[in-house]
């Protein structure tokens, strides 16, 4: 409805009197001035009736609730001008919008709408306003994490935005986030856990998500890589992964050896020393000539080292 001048209105939109009720499905908005919306956007909100009802009308109870108080009409005499209008079935769906939070892949690095399993979305009065509540939902659920990876903030956007525009199924109703999304969340970030006593809605569990098997509500997640083929335990033909054993050579005995005292000498004066050494060594002498030769060997001997 979109009253265009006069007082407010109510607006009732339902299905039926059943016994004095309005049937099954009954909503009520006051209408001021402007657009205001009565909205059947899910299946499960629906009352499968083939044929709904409209009031309006005018005169208020003076004891109703706040919204009714301040919009009290019970003696106005001043006619409303208004609209009504009907958007049914998959008209209320759309493109997703190219533009805002949702469509930049300068956040997190990704465009959400470029791999939507399902290219309508629900088609909200203000794409705008939508764009910048999903951001700060995000944000919300960043500011969560102590240090969100970039895979965190990956999964995070997408998971804003699915919420703040669900996908249509072929009928124009809203259809609910496929619970892939709401795992590959808490695998990058952690699950969500209450918070100051706060607890999100958003828990992977509740029933708020659809896990019918396939990706016609979702969005297209990689499958995982395949695992790696099974090992025949049986299978002894197949050459040994291990590399072959190494040759280590074997050297022969190596006996260290010390030369002759001369080889140590380049002067001829301390060679002939030790000739004349050997010589008198091998001389046969003895008695006091014996001794003192051996006493004049050292006598050399010592003469040369020094």
Known sequence: MTVNSGPAVAFIVYDGCNGGDRGTFSETQI????????????????????????????????????????????????????????????????????????????????????????????????????????????????????????????????????????????????????????????????????????????ECCRDRYIDDGSASTCYNIPPPPPPPPDFNQNDTSVPSSYPPPFEVPVFPTIYATMPPASEFYTFSNFKDAEIEREVIIAQPQSGAASVSAFIALIVVVAALLI
């Open 31 to 202: 209408c001021a001035f402007g657009d205001c919306y009565i909205w059947v956007p899910t299946f499960a909100k629906h009352s499968k009736s083939s044929t709904y009802y409209v009031n309006v009308f005018t005169n208020f109870p003076s004891d109703g609730a706040a919204e009714w108080l301040r919009n009290n009409n019970d003696r106005a005499d001043t006619p409303t001008d208004y609209t009504l209008t009907l958007v049914s079935g998959a008209a209320n769906c759309a493109a997703a919008p190219s533009g805002g939070f949702c469509s930049d892949a300068s956040i997190a690095g990704v465009n959400v709408w470029a791999d939507i399993s399902i290219q309508s979305v629900w088609k909200f009065v203000d794409p705008v306003l939508k764009n910048q509540e999903a951001e700060c939902l995000y944000e919300q659920l960043s500011d969560r994490c102590v240090y969100p990876t970039d895979e965190c903030r990956y999964w995070l956007k997408i998971f804003s935005c699915l919420e703040t525009f669900p996908q249509c199924d072929s009928n124009g109703f809203q259809l609910a986030p496929c619970v892939d999304v709401c795992n590959k969340v808490e695998e990058a970030c952690g699950g969500f856990t209450e918070v100051a006593g706060f607890v999100f809605p958003f």
